[in-house]
């Protein structure tokens, strides 16, 4: 009997099978994330969940109202309807300041308080998107860690998409959605003075405008349709050497309040100063925001306000949608496509092109009728 020749080669070396490393996912998450994109949620799952106050299903709500998918239009419309039953009971507060005046600190900071008192809190962060890359910094998350991960605040970073102001065209319906999950404070935070201020002003209760104490020239930079709008003018950062500078900057700011003109709403506007960082003074904002509510709802403001905020909702949900109907017609985007070149080519007038394209719109909605 022949023994069968081993061709395998003989080691001195002998390694141990090691032992089998998991996975750096957890499977249980993966499973679930994978099940998650699978299956659609509906409407009514959604808006039950925000009902029932669960921030998953909130931030897929917003996430849906968001999209600029024509497919998600219906779905979200409907979410609204759901839910707009369900708002309306919170104080909405827009906060802005100059870059580095410590927003996200102070609204943390205030956040943090007003749980403490009872309150639950939703942050609608306004990022900036680039006009280039169309991305956003979206990091509001992580300046606010203590806010961030506690169960009676919700913070959502949203990118303003380059529209007007820097405010995320679906800010508003954000609001509704909060409010429908009982968030009785929205605070509103935007990209910074000059870009978004008008447009938040037009959908909060309260304007507040973070500012910081310079070297004598604390009026300079800040545009006076700014503080026009402010009900509330907070010298943040005043701690420390900068206590005396901050005082200084209050008064000169009181003084330049004097020669606005009187607010329709009846309120006088102040200014206070806080640290944020140190939690000083921040009680004292509150309070002059609730003596504002009191007063506007005394004198019929508050209710008022409201109603012709509605009315600004039904305006731009009228020229929104236009807007999507012209641009998302074949015939408009053939013709488009077709001027383009004869445009930059300085062969075509533009304001003509617009006209023709005009009529021609109208013109396929008659034929089409």
Known sequence: MTRKKD????SALNVQRGIDQPSHINP?????KSRFKKDKISVETIYEGIIDGDRTLLSRGITL???????????AHELMKLCLPHSGKSVRIGITGVPGV???TFIETLGLNLIEQGRKVAVLAIDP????SKGSILGDKTRMEDLSVNHKAYIRPSASLGTLGGVARATREALVLCEAAGFDVILIETVGVGQSERAVSQIVDFFLLLMLAGGGDELQGIKRGIMEMADLIVINKADGDNIKKAEIAAQNYRNALHLFPILQNGWNPDVVTTSAIKNIGIDNVWKKISEYVKHTKSNGFFDSNRRNQSLDIMNDTIKESLRKSFFNSPSILSLMDSYKKQILDDELNPYDVAEELIDKFYKDIEENK
């Open 7 to 10: 061709n395998k080669k003989k």
């Open 65 to 75: 109202i968001e999209s600029i998918l024509r497919t998600d239009e219906h779905d």
């Open 129 to 132: 998107s680039s006009k280039i």
């Open 28 to 32: 249980s998450l993966s499973k679930g």
């Open 102 to 104: 410590g927003k996200s």
